[in-house]
């Protein structure tokens, strides 16, 4: 089963595209007119398109078993999800996973200024998904304990 | 014994350079002729270095065999030294720390003279014969197992046996006889090379430049690109794939040069009427050793890059340590003369002092600075040169700054999240999906 577009009480939630096209440019500028860098302003949450994926999502299963960055056309499942990350410009996956069990997934398109990332960028990704995870686990937890 | 191999090529390139030497500067045939008639236990090396130097080659040439050794034992012995574990490293070291001596012309100077001047020294003739036969099978076994270190297909093993059995072979047989192999009689019958004395000098060329030419330009190609290619379609993955298309082209390159320079050899000899055994190479014998070891050297290097590529050493770490310590170098050198030039005008205006008490000042001043100034170098590089590492490390550091410090909910999590990773990696886009409750 798979949930309506923010549809919290069914289990699988919140989805964000934010474009970043352009901001090579502003930066460029700000060299060039010989002021600082622009400060990074915050995050674009316009949701472009919802991704909902179900708890028995072979995509989960398939991270919890490789929790490590994937490139995307790496993918080989023939699932709803990833078939829409697939046909959405996505070209990396970073899975967040604690404890063996996925608690989100960071995608990313190519890098604004081309090319493609580093073998160094995918260990800055790792250890960043490891950090975020604990702290994303820790967070449903206190959640529920809110109640 | 690694060490021991390395050696032995060294002491021949060593030879062929002290000739090199001598022939190039009558001081330095000098100095060699007073050591080669003193009593020292090493007099007999210095005349063979003083007797063999007016066969050198000219300066040109023993330059540029020189580099082509040099590149060859450097990078050979860096192979085994960064990667000891590495059984294709180490037959790559090998290999390549053999053709450094056994294929440099100059170096086969000595050979010319030694039974003449030095008998004593006559070991070093099936010492050159050993580095041949070691780095010729040490190249072959490498191409086979290269990359994984398995023969691949695996009914090629028996060319590896082959060549390891005609390796103890020649090793054995010019240590007994003290002359040369099985594998070198057809040249020496071709080549009618008999004996070392300066006027055999010519025909052991002939006879190494046609080995050369067989050998790289034609067996180890064949046999390698047999190997890589069905590699390539049968047993690697897209690593792999990539890695060998590299070392397939560096073969087929040499391969072609190989064979075209046999072919244009023999139709030119068989043109002009000329006796096929006697002048297989016409008159081109010599370019073997000019023009081909560059072209052949394609095989060692693409080898030596396709190892690099898999980070089998940090270049990155290299690059950056040769920065830092550069800069540091100009800037303590700078330093130091600046301080010496002041404190002498200082002490020489106070006390009419003596320089060494500058230079003892300067020492002290630069050995004081050393640490600080490297910190700072190492900083300013770090900004600068490895800006998105600097980058990274930083907003990795602030990002578990404030997981420890703000209790943190999901949403906030998720901005901090987006904001670090478009910092640093700049996607053209990116999302994040969350879990919105506990999996469990």
Known sequence: MYCAPL??????????????????????????????????????FTTLKQLEIA????????????PGPLVAHGIDLASPAALYLAATGVSLLVPLVTQGRLVGLLTLGEPAGGGSYSRDDLAFLTTL????????????LLARQRG | MFGLYTAAALFLL????????????????????????????????????????????????????????????????????????????????????GTAASFNLQAHTAFATVDTVAPE??????????????????????????????????????????????????????FVTGSVGLL???????????????????????????????????????????????????????????????????????????????????GSTLVRGAGFAEHLLGEADFAAFRVLPLLFGVIPAALFLAIVRDRLFD??????RTLVY?????????????????????????????????????????????????????QVLDRRAQRRTYQAARALAAFQRSLREDEVELEALAERLLATVRDVLRPARMGLWLRDRDPE
Request: charged letters at 15%; aromatic letters at 10%; one cysteine or more.
């Open chain 1, 7 to 44: 549809e919290w009480g069914c289990g699988y939630g919140i989805v964000t595209q934010s474009s970043l096209r352009g901001a090579w440019l502003r930066d460029l500028w700000a060299t060039l007119a010989g002021r600082p860098h622009s400060p990074v302003p915050a995050p674009n």
């Open chain 1, 55 to 66: 708890p028995d999502e072979r995509l989960i299963g398939y991270f919890e078993q490789h």
């Open chain 1, 129 to 140: 998904a490891d950090e975020a995870a604990a702290a994303a686990r820790i967070a449903q």
């Open chain 2, 14 to 97: 060593l030879l062929g350079l002290g000739s090199a030497l001598a022939a190039a500067s009558p001081a330095i045939l000098e100095v060699f002729q007073d050591a080669a008639v003193g009593g020292s236990r090493f007099a007999p090396v210095w005349r063979v270095i003083v007797q063999s130097a007016p066969l050198s080659e000219a300066p040109g040439q023993v330059l540029l065999d020189y580099v082509l050794s040099g590149v060859n034992l450097g990078l050979g012995v860096f192979l085994v030294l960064r990667r000891p574990q590495d059984g294709v490293a180490r037959l790559l070291g090998l290999a390549m720390v």
């Open chain 2, 121 to 174: 020294l006559h070991a070093i003739v099936p010492i050159h014969w050993v580095l041949h036969a070691v780095s010729g099978a040490a190249y072959l076994h490498a191409l086979l197992v290269f990359p994984n270190g398995r023969v691949v297909p695996a009914r090629l093993v028996w060319l590896v046996r082959l060549a390891y059995l005609s390796m103890v072979e020649e090793i054995l047989l010019t």
């Open chain 2, 184 to 266: 070198a009689v057809p040249f020496q019958l071709l080549f009618g090379f008999q004996g070392f004395s300066p006027d055999a000098l010519p025909k052991l060329i002939d006879s190494d430049a046609t080995f050369v030419v067989v050998f790289f330009g034609v067996l180890l190609p064949v046999a390698g690109t047999t190997s890589q290619v069905y590699r390539y379609l049968a047993v690697s993955d897209p690593n792999e794939r990539e890695r060998t298309r590299l070392v397939v082209w560096a073969l087929t390159l040499a391969f072609g040069v190989g064979a075209s320079f046999l072919l244009v050899a023999i």
């Open chain 2, 315 to 320: 270049i990155d770490l290299v690059i950056g």
């Open chain 2, 326 to 378: 550069g800069t540091l170098t100009a800037v303590l050198a700078l330093t130091f003369f600046a301080s010496v030039f002041l404190l002498q005008q200082v002490l020489r205006s106070l006390i009419g002092g003596p320089n060494e008490f500058a230079v003892a000042g300067a020492a002290l001043v630069n050995g004081l600075l050393f640490q600080p100034v490297r910190r700072r170098i190492q």
